[in-house]
């Protein structure tokens, strides 16, 4: 999969430095997964959710979500949102 871009990722976790382990760690298995559908995804990421067109991560032990819109069919993963769960939970995403 392409992810789009690394350099919300690092603005993120310059932010908040605890998260740059589980980031990275999340971008390496993108990076190198070839998913076709949602349901494969979850194969790997079980905790992820589909909200509307969107995919949530919870990262670092549920400390943080990343939000993506995943095009399966072109192999694009577009980062949308990387929030703390307080942030994620205000909903402000949504809009």
Known sequence: ?????QKTLRTFW???PD???SLLRWFKIMDKGEFSSFNELRF??????K?????VFNIG??????IASIHFNRGKVYIRHVLTHSEYDRG????
């Open 1 to 5: 999969m392409h992810v789009i871009s």
């Open 44 to 49: 790997t990421f079980p905790s992820a959710d």
């Open 14 to 16: 310059e932010q908040y």
């Open 51 to 55: 909200v509307g067109e969107l995919i």
């Open 19 to 21: 998260s740059q382990s």
């Open 61 to 66: 032990g549920n400390k943080y979500r990343l």
């Open 92 to 95: 402000m995403w949504k809009l």
